[in-house]
């Protein structure tokens, strides 16, 4: 999964607000891999290019892949 610079830094500050810790880009985007993946365990959500988003809980996500900011 590809992620944009944008879907990076607001994660980051994000867990910066919430940790009160600086995290680097790279650290961000790791971090946000594990939780998306941690989400996808715990929804058993598959990882498809094609899966209905909609239907499969995870609709959190839903704009970021329809505007290409997720790419698989």
Do not use: W
């Not at 980051?12 to 810790?21: L, N």
């Not at 985007?29 to 996808?40: A, D, I, Q, S």
């Amino acid at each position: 999964m590809r992620l944009s610079k944008e879907i990076i830094e607001k994660f980051r500050e994000i867990y910066e607000e919430e940790f009160k810790e600086n995290i680097t880009d790279t650290e961000a985007c790791e971090k946000f891999l594990r939780l998306v993946n941690l989400l996808r365990a715990i929804l058993k959500v598959p990882i498809k290019k094609d899966q209905d988003h909609e239907s499969s809980g995870l609709s959190l996500f839903d704009d970021d892949f329809k505007n290409g900011k997720l790419k698989e």
